[in-house]
């Protein structure tokens, strides 16, 4: 059994575009690779942005179970009280 036309035409488009037409697969795989790149990078400036904003928020927070712990003055030695 011989293979038909159409087999043998898809099978030439098929390897037209995996080793010929100028490197139009690897542009394009190279392309999606810069987007994937670009779109990790978003997010990672997000995440810092995030940091930087949840940090001055902590910095100005105060928290109601906070207490001031005054430490009382020193006792002379020799006196009693």
Known sequence: MAPSAWQL???AVIAL???GGRGKISSIM???A???KSFRKG????DEEEDKQR???DKSTVYADDKVH???PAK???TSE
Do not use: P, R
Request: aromatic content about 8%; proline content about 0%.
């Open 9 to 11: 035409i898809l099978v």
């Open 70 to 72: 005054e430490q009382e």
């Open 17 to 19: 575009l995996l080793f």
């Open 34 to 36: 810069k987007g994937i």
């Open 43 to 46: 997010l990672s400036d997000d």
């Open 30 to 32: 190279g392309d999606f």
């Open 76 to 78: 002379k030695a020799g």
């Open 55 to 57: 940090l001055k928020e």
